[in-house]
């Protein structure tokens, strides 16, 4: 009863599987028409209760009514269960879309740090009167043949620089390395970053270490472990 007061209705059009892990989601309804979109922004997911879950569109048509968003199913929680399963003709409840990342106001050059989470956001770059120009991608990964093909099939293939984790976090001193030098390279380079709360802190530390100002890093977390409730909007 609560979704049907607050949020907007759409209808599942089409689900794509793209490999094991990941689903590219089409909605469409008349409630998503007229809608004004910046890429970036994001649209909410209600599911059961009050629960609801954040996901960044790679396009939207408000003339049309659609919108395309990517879904990454891992673990058992509410989001992931439901993208393993959802079919076409599902209805469902949303709000937005929403602020939270506003890819246009972001110069270039650019350093896009995320994960699995964020390669949804990454796509959504395309959409800027920019493109992708100018953009370097550093991603953490689970699986690095996984994570390429799912990328290729949403068109981030430039520039990506692929690292699979390790224990303990090993793996995040090669990104911050090759985060460090690309920003001694060009000092005026922006840097976005994305996915897991904790990888941000530490790129962000990392960061100001080299004298970047605080105005030229976005930090936008959509994850952490054991934690619900993530908006990805910025902070």
């Known amino acids: 009863m609560f ?22 989601v089409t909605l469409v309804g008349e409630d998503l028409e007229d809608r004004r979109w910046t890429p970036g922004d994001m649209i909410q997911l209600g599911f059961a209760g009050l629960a609801g879950r954040a996901y960044t569109p790679l396009s939207f048509d408000p003339r049309t009514g659609t919108t395309t968003f990517l879904g ?14 959802a ?15 506003d890819l246009n ?3 270039r050059p650019m350093v896009f740090f995320g994960d699995e989470t964020s390669f949804g956001t990454a796509a959504a770059l395309r959409a800027t009167p920019e493109c992708m120009q100018g953009v370097a991608f550093l991603f953490e990964v689970e699986s690095v043949e996984a994570s390429r093909i799912v990328l290729e099939r949403i068109g981030v293939t430039d520039g990506v620089t692929l690292t699979p984790r390790e224990p303990e976090e090993r793996h995040l001193e090669h990104i911050e390395n090759g985060l460090t030098s690309a920003l001694r390279s060009a000092p ?18 990392a960061v100001r270490r080299e004298g970047v100002s605080a105005k030229q890093v976005t930090n936008v977390a959509y994850w952490s472990p054991g934690r619900k409730g ?6």
Do not use: M, N
């Open 72 to 85: 990454y199913v891992h673990g058992h929680g509410i989001a992931s269960d439901w993208l393993a399963l």
């Open 230 to 235: 993530f908006s990805g909007v910025q902070r």
């Open 105 to 107: 106001a972001i110069t």
């Open 188 to 205: 005026q380079t922006r840097c976005v970053l994305t996915g897991k709360a904790s990888s941000i802190q530490r790129l962000y530390k």
């Open 87 to 101: 079919t076409a003709g599902e209805p469902l409840f949303f709000v937005g879309p929403r602020s939270a990342l």
């Open 3 to 24: 979704h049907r007061l607050v949020s907007r209705r759409a209808s599942v059009r089409e689900v794509e599987p793209v490999g094991d892990a990941f689903r590219l």
